[in-house]
Nanobody, 117 residues
Framework: VQLVESGGGSVQAGGSLNVSCVYS????????LAWFRKSPGMEREGVAA????????TYADSVKGRFTISRDNAKKTLSLQMNSLKPEDTAMYYC????????????WGQGTQVTVS
């Protein structure tokens, strides 16, 4: 299993970024896919998740209405579109995957930094 994030960067408050995660080594239709973030001095926070088989989604209250999680099955890519970014969104963003019957996320990417000033 491999998860590789890309697309982070620096943006001014109010701007937008899209981060992506190319995944491989598992059947996505049986896996929950999610984005987490971690900033210095803060606990890791679940940002958004996408659940099989319906593709239903859930979001942290702090990003609801601003972030959108999506998956492209053909490209094996999980994306997070982030709009109306705030300085408090600054963090390392990680994608993660778990088999749908498990509760813990077993597979993690290396992370991509998002900085909002």
């Amino acid at each position: 299993v491999q998860l590789v994030e890309s697309g982070g960067g620096s943006v001014q408050a109010g701007g937008s970024l899209n981060v992506s995660c190319v995944y491989s080594g598992f059947t996505a239709s049986s896996y929950c896919l999610a984005w987490f973030r971690k900033s210095p001095g803060m606990e890791r926070e679940g940002v958004a998740a996408l659940f099989p088989p319906s593709g239903s989604t859930t979001y942290a209250d702090s990003v609801k209405g601003r972030f959108t999680i999506s998956r492209d099955n053909a490209k094996k890519t999980l994306s997070l579109q982030m709009n109306s970014l705030k300085p408090e969104d600054t963090a390392m963003y990680y994608c993660a995957a778990r088999w749908y019957r498990r509760t813990d996320y077993d597979y993690w990417g290396q992370g991509t930094q998002v900085t909002v000033s």
